[in-house]
C-alpha cells in the first residue's frame, strides 16, 4: 500500500511534469482514495478503461489521455460526465501524463518505441526542445521501404499506411507517437529518410512525396501502449504496489 500523493509527487518529479507546456494537466486529474493498493494502466481514459479499473478492484487509473483537455467545454455533462461520475463514485483516482510521457528518455513512448524497432544514437528531432517529444535515430543497416513497412507491421500488429518518397532506402528516421504526423516538415529539414507517427492527414500524403520523407503511419494507439505500461512498471518497484495493464485495441 502506498499513499497517492506521494506516488504523484514521484511522478512528477521523475517525468519532470512541470516543466512542460502541454495540452491537458498533468498528475492527478480526479482524486481518489488516499491509499493505492493497485493501479490499472491505460492508453486512454475511457469509459472501458474505468470498467476494468472498477473490475479489477483498482485505487487508481494511469493513463496517458486523460481529461481537461484546451478548448474542451467546461461543463461535466454527457459522455465525460459520465466517465467522470464513475471514478468517482467508485473512488478512484485519474492521473495522466501526456507529453511528459511521450519524452521521457527511459519510460516514454519514444524510446520504447526506438527500443522495438532497433534506432540507436538517438538524437533530437527539435534540438530547440528542452525535452524534445520527438526524435531522430539510425537502422544498423539500410533497409528498402518495403522491409522497413513489414518491420513495422510485425512490431505494432498494425496495418501500417505507407505514403512514399523518393528515396530507395531507409537508414535515418525520424519519431514521434500519437497524432505527430506534421512533424513530417521536421524530419525533413533533419534530412531523414524516413518518419514515423501513428496518425495520418491526407495533405501528408503530398508532402512526403515533395518532401522526399518516406512517412509511416503505425496507429496513434499503437505507437503510445508502452510508456503506461513503464511507468506503472516504475511506480511498482518504487512503491510495492500492484499495477495490471489493460488493452483496449483502439484502430486508430
Known sequence: M?????????????????????????????????????????????ETAIDAAI????????????YFWKGEPYPITGMRGNRIKKLIQNNISLIAY?????????LGNNIAIAELI?????EALDSTEKYPIGNIGYLEHAISPEQFKAKLQ?????????????????QKVGFCTGGAQDYINKAAQQ??????????????????????????????HATERYGVQRL????????????EYFELNNPI
Do not use: M
Not at 55 to 66: C, K, M
Not at 118 to 122: A, F, T, V, W
Not at 154 to 170: A, E, Q, Y
Open 2 to 46: 502506498a499513499n497517492l500523493y506521494d506516488i504523484v509527487q514521484w511522478c512528477n518529479q521523475t517525468l519532470k511534469a512541470n516543466e512542460f507546456k502541454d495540452y491537458a494537466p498533468n498528475g492527478l486529474q480526479i482524486e481518489g482514495k488516499h491509499e493505492v493498493k493497485k493501479i490499472v494502466c491505460a492508453v486512454t481514459a475511457s
Open 55 to 66: 473490475a479489477q478492484n483498482a485505487d487508481a487509473l494511469l493513463v496517458h489521455h486523460g
Open 98 to 106: 501526456h507529453l511528459p510521457l511521450d519524452a521521457h528518455p527511459t
Open 118 to 122: 532497433g534506432l540507436h544514437n538517438l
Open 154 to 170: 510485425g512490431i505494432f500488429d498494425f496495418p501500417v499506411i505507407h505514403l512514399p518518397s523518393h528515396k530507395t532506402s531507409i
Open 191 to 220: 534530412n531523414c529518410d524516413a518518419y514515423i507517427s501513428g496518425e495520418v492527414s491526407e495533405r501528408t500524403f503530398y508532402e512526403a512525396e515533395e518532401l522526399g520523407v518516406h512517412y509511416f503511419a503505425c496507429g496513434h
Open 232 to 243: 506503472a512498471e516504475a511506480i511498482a518497484h518504487q512503491f510495492g504496489i500492484e499495477t
